[in-house]
């Protein structure tokens, strides 16, 4: 086993969840899971997302339909900075002529 998955039965012990939510976590496709030598793995970068969805789904109550418009939502929100810091450093190299 690799220094970057952490079995998902220790993370939710430890997380007090269910294994039942990683479950449906997979199950939409909002994380990927590995299987190894008969046991499910989490990746450990993906470890910041699965604690948002938890967060969402436990605290707020909001099903996974919703987590999965949110993480959707929270990804064009990103992709549109990126776009906006891309036109600021273009703004700059131009500022200099006018």
Not at 1 to 19: A, E, F, G, R
Not at 28 to 34: A, E, S, V
Not at 71 to 78: I, K, P, S, T, V
């Given at each position: 086993?690799?220094?970057?998955?952490?079995?998902?039965?220790?993370?939710?012990?430890?997380?007090?969840?269910?294994?039942s939510f990683i479950d449906l976590l997979e199950?939409?496709?909002?994380?990927?899971?590995?299987?190894?030598?008969?046991?499910?793995?989490?990746?450990v970068a993906q470890l910041p997302e699965v604690e948002r969805y938890s967060r969402l789904y436990y605290d707020l109550s909001i099903n996974m339909e919703g987590i999965d418009?949110?993480?959707?939502?929270?990804?064009?929100?990103?992709e549109m900075q990126k776009e906006i810091d891309r036109l600021h450093a273009r703004l700059r190299l131009y500022g200099d002529t006018f």
């Open positions: 086993m690799q220094n970057d998955l952490i079995i998902v039965s220790d993370y939710c012990d430890k997380c007090h969840i269910d294994t199950e939409n496709g909002l994380i990927d899971l590995c299987r190894e030598d008969g046991g499910r793995y989490l990746y418009a949110i993480r959707h939502l929270l990804a064009r929100m990103d």
